[in-house]
């Protein structure tokens, strides 16, 4: 058990000292998982230590130390991945002001009548779900279209193990691209009296594999492309971009991303620390993915921040998280207005 402690603390070491491998990533993604493996290893080191302590060698006294300095040294070199905040400023007023909710709902998820209820209870002007599978289409699509009946679902025929994407909208909307794969994202305008929203949904492949990892890779840029095309032919900040990039902010990847992002103008509402401000209302990190619903409550620190909300200039914005039933991600709830 010693040594397989020391082994994992030494494996943190990878983030700092080589952040483009891939095992890095996984352990920047999964952290907060990793880190619960490691708290348990030490607990179980510590209850071995007060068994035996009578039977221990200074040798082996020493090594307990330098194990525990180097765990601590680990703990200061990964501790910026584990805690950031985020903004939740006060709501938005305004006849143009345009209303949202945004959640992956779990491709798994059967409580549709949950969702529904949900939605109604937050009553958005438009409805942003990913993970949005064929069996939740057909029970929530008749209900929803009542209230919105705009939508662009986004699924492409190339890739069964997508599930797509859809927006729902109360007011007019138009898409702006319809083109398939590697593409993982939706792009529509949405008209609200004399004000014109550019929303984007996104939902790239999740790194379980290198080919997915790869995979998210040319999805990111593809997405990068895009933005920078059309915000240079429009001329205008006016857009915002919500949804699970698969990606914690700290991955190589995403530096690359957020790179091109900000020459764009659009900055990450989730994790802007530069803002921060003790006046303002804030919470913990935005760690919306947890490893099933039932951690949210029992080891809320178990988890992952993979879903983003970025926003242009030419828009203002508020909102705050909430609970998604059914869900292993929270949700967005809140305002925008140019």
């Known amino acids: 058990m010693l040594v397989l402690l020391f082994l994992r603390t030494i494996s943190h070491y990878l983030i700092t000292f080589f952040p483009d491998y891939y095992i890095s990533e996984l352990l920047i993604s999964f952290l907060p998982y990793s880190m619960l ?109 009542v209230n919105y009946p705009y939508t662009s679902h986004y699924k492409p025929l190339s890739n069964k193990w997508y599930d ?8 007019p909307l138009t898409r702006v691209d319809t083109s398939d794969s590697p593409r993982a994202y939706n792009h529509v305008v949405i008209t609200k009296q004399t004000q014109r929203y550019n929303i984007v949904l996104v939902h790239t492949a999740a790194p379980v594999t290198m080919r997915f990892r790869h995979l998210r890779k040319r999805q990111m840029q593809t997405l990068a492309e895009h933005l920078g095309n059309f915000l240079w032919k429009q001329k205008t900040k006016n857009i915002v971009m919500f949804g ?3 990606i914690t902010p700290w991955a190589d990847q995403y530096h690359a991303f957020a790179t091109t992002m900000k020459k764009l103008h659009m900055d990450d509402v989730t994790t802007d620390l530069s803002s921060f401000n003790k006046e ?59």
Request: charged residues 20%; positive net charge.
């Open 37 to 145: 493996g490691h708290y348990i290893a030490i607990l179980i080191c510590l209850i071995l230590i007060i068994r035996r302590r009578r039977r221990l060698s200074k040798v082996h006294r020493i090594a307990h130390l330098c194990l525990y300095a180097l765990i601590y040294l680990a703990y200061l070199t990964t501790s910026t991945y584990l805690h950031t905040y985020i903004t939740s400023g006060e709501g938005l007023e305004g006849e143009a002001a345009l209303s949202f909710l945004y959640a992956n709902i779990l491709y798994t998820n059967t409580d549709t009548a949950w969702l529904l209820k949900t939605i109604r209870t937050h009553n958005p002007d438009i409805v942003m779900l990913v993970e949005y599978a064929d069996h939740q289409d057909q029970i929530m699509r008749k209900k929803l279209l």
């Open 164 to 171: 797509g994407d859809i927006i729902y909208s109360r007011y």
């Open 244 to 246: 699970d990039f698969n």
């Open 280 to 338: 303002k209302s804030h919470r913990p990190m935005s760690l919306t993915r947890a490893i099933t619903t039932w951690w949210h409550s029992l080891l809320p620190f178990a988890r992952a921040h993979i879903d983003h909300f970025r926003a242009g200039e030419d828009i203002s914005a508020s909102y705050h998280i909430i609970d998604i039933p059914g869900s292993d991600h929270d949700g967005f709830v809140g305002t925008l207005q140019q």
